[in-house]
């Protein structure tokens, strides 16, 4: 092969070009094996878990889903952080959102219960 910098013929399995002390081009494909920036999947755990989280607010079925999107959120973050996932800030998100959920279904649950009792 030739050398991109000065031109001259090289070994095919040089490195650096004797001619010039040179990168050769060969070392730039190498360098691209390498990965530089490989894109990060997203993780479906956490979005789910988020969106099923949010959708316990609107749902009938609230506090069901609501314990159903704790669970995909916090499993979500703990996949997202093993593979380096995207998406880990949405299931750390889901959790307080999740648990608010959880919460205020509990609270509607003890007013009606009480409510029952009282009439
Ligand atoms: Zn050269």
């Keep these: 092969m030739f050398c991109k910098s000065c031109g001259k ?10 001619y010039c ?10 360098g691209k094996t390498e990965k530089p920036e490989e894109k990060r999947k997203i993780n479906v755990l956490c979005l ?6 949010a959708l316990s607010w609107i749902l009938a079925l609230f506090g069901t889903v609501a314990i159903v ?14 593979k380096k996932e995207r998406l880990k800030g949405l299931g750390i998100a889901g959790i307080p959102v999740a648990a608010c959920s959880l919460i205020y279904t509990l609270c509607v649950l003890i007013i ?4 029952a009792l009282l009439y």
């Design 48 to 53: 789910v878990g988020f969106i099923l989280s």
């Design 9 to 18: 013929e090289v070994k095919d399995e040089a490195v650096i070009c004797p």
């Design 112 to 115: 009606q219960f009480s409510a």
């Design 21 to 30: 002390g040179c990168a050769l081009a060969k070392i730039a494909v190498d």
């Design 69 to 82: 999107g704790l669970i995909l959120s916090i499993v979500g973050i703990v996949q997202a952080n093993r």
